[in-house]
């Protein structure tokens, strides 16, 4: 997970909870298509807008209000992984780099705030994330201490098992949970870089509680209803690249970790397949909210 360097965010135990979660839901490809032509105008506007803000290789400062803050706030950005549109024109990566003074970026925000708003997370909620290593962990462990965290490690830990660090090492396709453990499970950028990542979405439905909630952001497609494989792993453990191999940051791995997939609008029907009894992709904007960068894209299931 990218997040700049701030003070150590948090939240009120008992959350404002006022601030809706700026998002449209879509269950299909199809529901989307028929809004398609409207959301491409509200985009290219909201592009020209974006760019408009940000001079190129200035600073950026931005007022807005933190849905998490709950009060007005300067947000910040840089340059670092500018996103380059199709005419040439580039604009800040407003998803990782912009950035509330309570440290967390506009992906991070958006998912703690969904979790809060639409999910129904409370500080007595027993929750797994997929990551340990992280402020994001620090920050939701901090609002409900009944959270549960891991990394998937190589140092020869079992699953299941804390290294000397302290990190449980738990492998996302052969959780050791007991069925039903969990009200929420969150993961953020990884379902990407798991290479069964079907067996991963039986078992998030396996150890959450019926009615309980998966929050699951990844590389998204909403332009493709069929999930675009971009490397394949072999019986023998050998990697077959079907495209340029495409790397992501790691907390774990200074050279980074592969990614196998970005996802199509099948993957809802995969979270079904799966044991979830609702899946949708929520697309997320907001001005005030600093949820820029065109739309945000959040999955949520429901066991």
């Not at 939240?11 to 909870?17: A, M, Q």
């Not at 950035?99 to 998912?111: E, F, H, I, Y």
């Not at 804390?162 to 993961?187: I, P, W, Y």
């Not at 019986?235 to 592969?258: S, W």
């Amino acid at each position: 997970m990218k997040m700049l360097n701030r003070q150590q965010p948090s939240i009120p135990r008992e959350w404002n909870d006022k601030t809706p979660f700026p998002s449209q839901s879509f269950t299909s490809m199809t529901a989307f298509l028929a809004r398609r032509m409207e959301l491409r105008d509200i985009l290219l506007a909201r592009n020209d807008r974006e760019i408009a803000l940000a001079p190129e290789g200035r600073p950026i400062q931005l007022p807005g209000r933190c849905g998490l803050c709950d009060k007005a706030v300067s947000f910040s950005a840089d340059w670092e992984h500018p996103r380059t549109l199709a005419d040439g024109r580039r604009m800040p990566n407003w998803r990782e780099r912009l950035v509330c003074p309570c440290g967390l970026n506009s992906r991070l925000r958006a998912s703690m705030h969904f979790m809060l708003a639409n999910c129904g997370l409370t500080s007595d909620a027993e929750i797994y994330l997929t990551e340990q290593t992280t402020p994001f962990f620090e920050l939701v462990r901090q609002f409900a201490p009944g959270t549960v965290g891991s990394e998937f490690l190589v140092d020869g830990t079992a699953r299941g098992q804390c290294n000397r660090k302290g990190l449980r090492h738990e492998d996302v396709t052969q959780l050791t949970f007991a069925n039903d453990r969990f009200d929420m499970l969150g993961s953020f950028d990884v379902l990407e870089h798991v290479p069964n990542y079907k067996a991963a979405l039986r078992e998030m439905a396996r150890v959450l509680k019926p009615g309980g909630h998966a929050v699951l952001t990844f590389p998204y497609r909403i332009d493709l209803q069929n999930t675009l494989v971009r490397a394949v792993k072999q019986q023998d453990q050998t990697i077959k690249h079907l495209l340029p191999a495409e790397y992501h940051g790691d907390p774990m791995r200074a050279e980074g970790v592969l990614c196998y997939y970005h996802f199509g609008w099948d993957v809802l029907d995969d979270m079904r397949g799966a044991g979830f009894s609702h899946a949708a992709c929520h697309m997320y904007w907001s001005w005030e909210l600093g949820y820029l960068g065109g739309f945000g894209i959040i999955l949520h299931g429901i066991r």
